[in-house]
């Protein structure tokens, strides 16, 4: 799979690497299961807050943008970790 083998080459293969998957228990969980059978870690994207979105454009690098400025002031214990 290519986005493991980018984030592999990125992370000099770090195994601990957290993989934050918007969908993780639902569209996005063929995708969870792949990583988490790699070895790494996982966790469910949080809920962004609507009301900053709205009127503003969506594009996939943006919505990548959101997620992690979601994600990245959690402590990991808070974010939730999808059953695999």
Known sequence: MRA??????HTAADADTLWV????????????????????PVAEAPRMNAKNRRGVGKSDAMH????????????????RRPRL
């Not at 493991?4 to 080459?9: F, G, T």
């Not at 990548?64 to 974010?79: D, M, S, Y």
């Open 64 to 79: 990548t943008f959101r997620i992690a400025a979601a994600a990245r002031p959690l402590l990991v214990k808070e974010l």
């Open 21 to 40: 998957i918007e969908g993780a228990a639902s569209y996005g969980a063929i995708l969870t299961g792949i990583v988490a059978a790699h070895g790494y």
């Open 4 to 9: 493991i083998s980018w984030v592999s080459r």
